[in-house]
């Protein structure tokens, strides 16, 4: 586990953070029946008359090709809504633009983070949520939590709740890791930052160890309130640490939609 507490600890303020298938069936019938040939009557009647047998051929072939547009849902906080920043350089916009670019030309990724948002308050909107029915999720909760000192086992509980339910809805989940500055102790420090790789490992979840890793605690690459990343910031969080995690996510679940649907063929 990455420990950047000290780090974060220098440059961080302690104030809160605001923080399917459409399946594309193609089924082609395609009949060709032979046809049988006539006696010729012009010829003379001692003539021997031949009949060819009758031919009739029918093959039928049906191929189904899934085009299967991809929802991916951003859950989470300001980290997540991309506070103080334009609406196209937060990391949900960033990731759509990069899967795009990477040949995902049906992928969508939906912003779904709050500012502010508690891990108590998330499961309270999860209804609302999961009327995206999100393929796949990321969630990233838990530092409005810490910031408020809640208790350790009740931030737990919560992200465990949102996974449960966004797993029962089918959507497969990536868990953003957080880690927090010193200034709450590092008893808490340390307890709040084992929650994510508990969690991912008990439930089968997919990790990002550390959500901010490589912009976390940088000046540069931060906002003036050092807390939320510029647009450079979220560029790093989308190409280092959410498609190393998200892409082989994506390829498994797209193996999983092609192999329900195989082509057929019949002659008859």
Known sequence: MINISSYLAKRLPASASKSLIIAAALSVTLVVSGCQKEPDINK????T???????????????????????????????????????????????????????????KVVNSGLSGETSTGLVNRLDWVLQTKPDITIL?????????????????????TAVKRLQDNGS????????????????????????????????????????LDGVGGDPKLNQADAIHPTKEGYTIIVNDNILPILQPEIEKLEAKLTSTSTPTETTQ
Request: glycine share 8%; aromatic share 6%; charged share 20%.
């Open 49 to 107: 008359q031949t009949n060819e047998t009758q031919k009739t051929t029918t093959t039928t072939t049906t191929t189904t090709e899934q085009q299967a547009p991809l929802t991916i849902l951003a859950l989470g906080d300001s980290l997540t809504e991309g506070l103080g920043v334009d609406n196209d350089a937060n990391y949900p916009a960033q990731l759509e633009a990069r899967l795009k670019e990477l040949g995902y030309k049906d992928v």
């Open 140 to 160: 990233t909760v838990g530092a409005n939590d810490a910031i408020r000192g809640i208790d350790v086992a009740t931030v737990e509980a919560n992200i465990r």
């Open 44 to 47: 003379a009647d001692d003539s």
């Open 172 to 211: 497969e989940v990536i868990l953003g890791g957080m880690q927090i500055y010193d200034n709450l102790g590092s008893d808490y420090v340390t307890s709040f930052a084992a929650i994510y790789p508990r969690v991912a490992k008990d439930m089968n979840v997919t990790l990002i160890p550390f959500f």
